[in-house]
Nanobody, 121 residues
Framework: QVQLVESGGGLVHAGGSLRLSCAASGSIISINTMGWYCQAPGKQRELVAVITSEGITNVADSVKGRFTISTDNAKKTVYLEMNSLKPEDTAVYYC???????????????WGQGTQVTVSS
């Protein structure tokens, strides 16, 4: 079993900040990528930011300069520091991790349950 548990979402005014956290637990051998996707009402889920175990990041253009992704590999936790939030950032944010479980030979994608971020104007 693998679990991704997210925290840190909520309601904030435009220009405010939030910090999302996601901790992976369970029968994990390794994690090669962790990150965040978001899904606004009526839209497809899209990449926000991901980071590899080597620290290589891929960040959506829409959040560059405002959002920062980081990890604590020892804690199997990924963070998303969200600053200068805009109403268009409103969405459900899903944690993502590419995990190799004990007894397997490949990494597979896992998702958290999602956390709501709402930015009021």
């Amino acid at each position: 079993q693998v679990q991704l548990v997210e925290s840190g979402g909520g309601l904030v005014h435009a220009g405010g900040s939030l910090r999302l956290s996601c901790a992976a637990s369970g029968s994990i051998i390794s994690i090669n990528t962790m990150g965040w996707y978001c899904q606004a009402p009526g839209k497809q889920r899209e990449l926000v930011a991901v980071i590899t175990s080597e620290g290589i990041t891929n960040v959506a253009d829409s959040v560059k300069g405002r959002f920062t992704i980081s990890t604590d590999n020892a804690k199997k936790t990924v963070y998303l520091e969200m600053n200068s939030l805009k109403p268009e950032d409103t969405a459900v944010y899903y944690c993502y991790a590419n995990i190799r479980r004990i007894g397997t030979f490949r990494h597979n994608p896992y998702w958290g349950q999602g956390t709501q971020v709402t930015v009021s104007s």
